[in-house]
């Protein structure tokens, strides 16, 4: 009899769903695209519930094209994008708007006036985060004081609210089980990290009812079952739960205090495991909750890059500037340098470690001789240049020395781009072999869940990556190119 975990990997783009068998080994993945909605300038939206039934649908074809033994047995894991909030009626399981995403800038104002309240603080020590509308609490806050009736409906006790690990659990187990792990939890600005609790008070700074909010769970539960619409009849068990970024930290195996993983999706995270002790974070970065599992709590510094990918992504839908992302690699080879163009994509404002909510994106540097593949390449370059504004910020400030950067996502097949980010580093990158590397991190969850693997240590052991990328670049070379990137930054971070 063989056993598969089948993962959910919610995405800000698309939805996957990825068979793994107990060896870690993916064997088939689908991938379903959703819809990108921008009412206004700086908003963005998701459809909650296309998003539900994309991973349904995308499990149903999972299934489909990789028959299984008669006889088998599964069960679910899940891993998603962070932050993006969902606000839902709990008798209809009917979300009273579109979720806010991630990305979205409407909690702006919001956040404006916590901080000019004195409330910053506050929020830093208890949440290790910092006020600002990346986190959900400001996106949920907006949807009660702007839909028509959700304030009353939430002080009544008829809504709930949660990412969108609660969202699928809640709709896998037709509103059963409302909960939540705590890396998610950690992501809202809610979240005490060191209670590991919601917070009454920072709740009420936000005035969100506590009725709302999903049980926050470790990474490593059992948060129910389903039967995924009827596929599995008989139900399987939903367990091991985390945010993806988190997820890439388990994935990548980063078990250990001092280790560090970069995850190149839409946005960019940078984490370092910090152990056991919620240290608060040096200035820019944020603290937390990097994975509970095995009756254990690691903490973790993060700072997140707003726009990686999907800056490739701008220069294919919107400048149409390339057919995909597929053909930077080779355009940003065929000019030796940008001749001196830099792209700073703030397209939703700044984060880590400068966090400017209110800062353009702009391209700066071109002349008459700028062509495309300038462009294009300065686009590339500009995610190796957010990462290392990151690290050095950990390494610098936080003294934490990383011996090598562990690196997973879509992106990493591009080699100039790996490189690029070995010179800019001056470090060895150590690429995945899988890059599906959250799901995995949901994978070793589910594992350690269901008594697969008894410890973490027997868990990295599965770890086969050894694929190296070394810097090549002399230091003059990389302080010349880094201090024009800095300047490029000056140009757009004026508060």
């Known amino acids: 009899m063989n056993r598969y975990i089948i993962a959910i990997d919610q995405s800000t783009s698309a939805t996957k769903a990825i068979l793994f068998d107990e060896k870690c080994r993916l064997l088939h993945r689908v991938n379903i695209e959703h819809t990108q909605y921008y009412p206004q300038a700086g908003w963005v939206e998701h459809d909650a519930e296309e998003i539900y039934a994309n991973a349904v649908e995308a499990i149903r074809r999972l299934m489909e094209a990789y028959p299984t033994e008669e006889g088998s047995t599964f069960s679910l894991a899940i891993t998603n994008q962070r932050e993006t909030v969902v606000v839902w009626d709990a008798a209809t399981s009917k979300p009273v708007m579109h979720a806010v995403v991630w990305q979205c800038q409407r909690g702006a104002e919001i956040c404006r006036q916590l901080k000019e309240a004195g409330h910053e603080q506050t929020f830093f020590k208890k949440s290790g985060l910092l006020i600002d509308p990346y986190f959900s609490a400001s996106g949920a806050r907006w949807?009660?004081?702007?839909?028509?009736?959700?304030?009353?409906?939430?002080?009544?006790?008829?809504?709930?609210m949660g990412t969108m690990d609660a969202w699928l659990i809640w709709k896998l187990t037709e509103g059963k089980v409302h909960a939540t792990d705590y890396t998610n939890a950690s992501r809202t600005l809610l979240f005490n990290i060191h209670t590991l609790d919601w917070d009454d008070e920072l709740l009420s700074l936000f005035a969100i009812p506590r009725s709302m909010m999903p049980e926050a769970l470790p990474c490593d539960a059992v948060f129910g079952r389903t039967t995924i619409e009827g596929l599995f009849p008989e139900g399987i068990e939903i367990a091991g739960v985390l945010g993806d970024s988190h997820g890439a930290l388990a994935g990548q195996m980063c078990f250990e205090a001092g280790m560090g993983k970069a995850t190149y999706g839409t946005g960019s995270s940078v984490m370092v495991n910090i152990g056991e002790e919620a240290v608060a974070a040096p200035e820019g970065l944020v603290t937390s909750v990097g994975f509970a599992a095995c009756g254990k709590t690691f903490y973790a510094f993060e700072g997140n890059i707003h726009c990686t990918g999907a800056?490739?992504?701008?220069?294919?839908?919107?400048?149409?500037?390339?057919?995909?992302?597929?053909?930077?690699?080779?355009?940003?080879?065929?000019?030796?340098?940008?001749?001196?163009?830099?792209l700073v994509p703030a397209f939703a404002g700044l984060g880590a470690p400068w966090w400017n909510s209110e800062a353009k994106a702009i391209i700066a540097g071109m002349s008459l001789a700028t062509t495309k593949a300038h462009v294009v390449r300065a686009a590339l370059e500009a995610i190796p240049y957010q990462i290392k504004d990151l690290v050095d910020l950990m390494t610098g400030k936080a003294g934490v020395a990383l011996k090598e950067l562990r690196v997973d996502g879509g992106p990493t097949k591009n080699r100039f781009l790996m490189?690029?980010?070995?010179?800019?580093?001056?470090?060895?990158?150590n690429r995945a072999d899988i890059e599906e590397a959250s799901a995995m991190g949901a994978v070793v969850m589910n594992g350690l869940a269901r008594k697969v693997w008894a410890t973490l240590d027997e868990v990295a052991?599965?770890?086969?990556?050894?694929?190296?990328?070394?810097?090549?670049?002399?230091?003059?070379?990389?302080?010349?190119?880094?201090?024009?990137?800095?300047?490029?930054?000056?140009?757009v971070n004026r508060k």
């Open 143 to 160: 949807i009660l004081d702007n839909v028509e009736g959700a304030r009353e409906a939430a002080e009544r006790g008829e809504l709930r």
């Open 311 to 342: 800056t490739l992504r701008w220069l294919t839908d919107q400048l149409q500037l390339i057919g995909s992302p597929a053909e930077t690699e080779a355009l940003a080879t065929s000019v030796e340098s940008t001749g001196g163009v830099y």
């Open 419 to 429: 490189q690029f980010q070995a010179d800019m580093l001056n470090a060895t990158i």
């Open 461 to 491: 052991a599965l770890r086969t990556s050894d694929n190296r990328i070394e810097p090549q670049m002399a230091a003059e070379e990389r302080e010349k190119l880094y201090g024009g990137w800095i300047e490029a930054v000056k140009l």
